[in-house]
């Protein structure tokens, strides 16, 4: 094996933060229901809505300036997932307290994947103010472990500084250098298992398939509202702003008021059969 391929299955060992982040925020219970043309027409809406947000950065000059932009939707991605969490606990606790016992039972054993897709984002921040204060030296600096001669005098006073202050430098020099590795690996798993965990509401649909559907509508359109309320992202005419501003959410509406429509239809999940009526 060449050094190449040995580096490539190294780094092939390491764990992938983003699907690490998909495993727990995105994946589903396997007796959940899953229809492909759901998915499909779903994956389809995704890609359009990111070809126009792309389009519409391309053609038009930001509003105020990079950081302005991201730090926006830094908080635009905060505020849907706070926005489906407390919709999404209100409406697993109305299913569990008006369903009849016996799906109610089945209701709270499939609390599973909604708490582990919640979990995942908490650990990556986590993790994250775990490395900052590690790289700070919050936790432990190298004047904490300097201020000691670890050779016990057998070299003298000067020559047992000087070797210790060396080992201190590369012992945290090595860790500064890990430390980041995870700071990194750790922030993009925190962004993907929000990205994740907001796409497929927090994996609502493992209580019940129904429950995306209508988080949904509730999600855009109280972006919708925080949009109008922070200022459009780029100085476009408001003709083409406010049809991509309210494009998002009536597609959103329509995509899941067809897709309770096709699980009724298909499936026979109704809102009766939510609560098992």
């Not at 982040?21 to 959940?32: Q, V």
């Not at 897709?117 to 490395?131: D, E, N, R, T």
């Not at 057998?154 to 210790?164: A, D, E, P, R, W």
């Not at 501003?245 to 008021?257: E, Y």
């Amino acid at each position: 094996m060449s050094t190449r391929q040995r580096v490539a299955a190294q780094a092939a060992a390491f764990p992938n933060p983003i699907s690490a982040a998909r495993t727990m925020a995105g994946l589903s219970h396997p007796d959940r229901i899953e229809d492909p043309v759901i998915s499909w027409v779903q994956g389809i809406r995704t890609a359009l809505g990111m070809t126009a947000s792309v389009w519409l950065l391309l053609s038009y000059p930001l509003s105020g300036g990079r950081q302005s932009f991201v730090l926006g939707k830094l908080a635009e991605l905060l505020i849907g997932c706070a926005i489906v969490v407390a919709t999404g606990v209100l409406a697993v606790t109305v299913c569990i307290l008006m369903a009849r016992p016996p799906l109610r039972r089945a209701y709270v054993g499939r609390l599973a994947g909604p708490l582990t897709a919640l979990a995942a984002p908490a650990l990556g921040a986590g993790a994250v103010w775990l490395m900052v204060a590690a790289l700070s030296g919050d936790i432990v600096s190298p004047s904490d472990l300097g201020a000691h001669d670890i050779t016990f005098g057998l070299f003298g006073t000067f020559l047992g500084t000087m070797i210790t202050g060396l080992l201190v430098f590369l012992l945290f020099a090595a860790a500064a250098v890990v430390c980041a590795l995870v700071l990194v690996a750790a922030a993009l798993f925190t962004l993907a298992a929000a990205v994740y965990g907001l796409n497929g509401c927090f994996r609502m649909g493992d209580v019940h398939e129904l429950l995306p559907a209508l988080l949904s509508p509730l999600l855009v359109w109280s972006l919708f509202g925080f949009q109008l309320f922070d200022g459009p992202d780029v100085a476009a005419p408001p003709l083409v702003l406010y049809t991509f501003m309210l494009g998002g959410p009536l597609s959103v509406t329509a995509l899941s008021l067809w897709e309770i429509r096709r699980l009724r239809t298909r499936h026979g999940l109704t809102l009766g059969s939510l609560f098992g009526r």
